[in-house]
């Protein structure tokens, strides 16, 4: 199970961090990833963190203003956002898989309900 938490509106330019519970499996062993969902557009990948070496992928738009990372002890997985803008704005979630660098929903095996950014200009 995955539970996202930490989304809230915010100006542009501020930040924001989004927490990922996970619970049920080890996210060691899985690529935890974050995706965002714009109103009538399709779910895209943000970022992605491979569990078993750490390596982080982005997709372009995100590089240099959004991290990723994992508190094992504590099964967590955040996203650190910061100079966000207008079109960071959508439904962001957690998603658990196999499958390094990889952006393909239908890859991730669990998903969390999802928690708004809405960022304002």
């Known amino acids: 199970q995955l539970v996202e938490s930490g989304g809230g509106s915010v100006q542009s330019g501020g930040s924001l961090t989004l927490s990922c519970a996970v619970s049920?499996?080890?996210?060691?062993?899985?690529?935890v990833a974050w995706f965002r969902q714009a109103p009538g557009k399709e779910r895209e990948g943000v970022a992605s963190?491979?569990?078993?070496?750490?390596?982080?992928f982005y997709t372009d738009s995100v590089k240099g203003r959004f991290t990723i990372s994992k508190d094992s002890a504590k099964k967590m997985v955040f996203l650190q956002m910061t100079s966000l803008k207008p079109e960071d704005t959508g439904v962001y979630y957690c998603?658990?898989?196999?499958?390094?660098?990889?952006?393909?929903?239908?890859?991730?095996?669990?998903w969390g309900l999802g928690t708004q950014v809405t960022v304002s200009s």
């Open positions: 049920g499996f080890n996210p060691d062993y899985y690529v």
């Open positions: 963190l491979a569990g078993f070496d750490g390596m982080t």
């Open positions: 998603a658990a898989g196999l499958y390094r660098n990889s952006w393909k929903v239908d890859e991730y095996d669990y």
